[in-house]
């Protein structure tokens, strides 16, 4: 009898860290969720991972593409990989989706013009600005701030 895997969704996932954890999660037989602000960026993304894949004798695997929100609600745990700049925004147009969820947030406090440096927000984390946002409904776990690509 095969394991059940949660699905996992990755909330902006069209870049270098999302699609690298997508890969690395996917290769573990999850269930991806490609989620990202634009359905033709998530769509692209979700199709070069499957060619990946295949092309490395994984065969066929599970990744669908979603806006953001549509993601997060079809997921069982999601995972946050957008720049500091978006942070917020995208946490609150998902705050709703998420509640009852867990939420691995991966970024990185880095504001230009500094992005060599880490700028502690006042909060103490992103990963705390997240709980604050999101509130109690929503398990914030911070994570993968040094998994390359």
Known sequence: MSEIKPV???L??????????ARRWAEAGYQIIIGSRSQDKAEEAA????TLM???GAGEVQVLAMDNVAAAK???IAALTVPFAHHASTLLS????LQGKILIDVTVP?????????QLPAEGSAGQIAQNLLGEGVNVV???QNVAA
């Open 142 to 144: 911070s994570a993968f």
């Open 47 to 50: 199709a070069d991972l499957r």
């Open 54 to 56: 295949q092309a490395r």
């Open 12 to 21: 902006g996932g069209t870049g270098g860290l999302g699609t690298g954890l």
């Open 110 to 118: 880095l504001v230009p013009p500094k992005v060599a440096r880490v």
């Open 74 to 76: 079809a997921a069982d």
């Open 8 to 10: 996992v969704a990755i």
């Open 94 to 97: 998902v705050k709703e989706a």
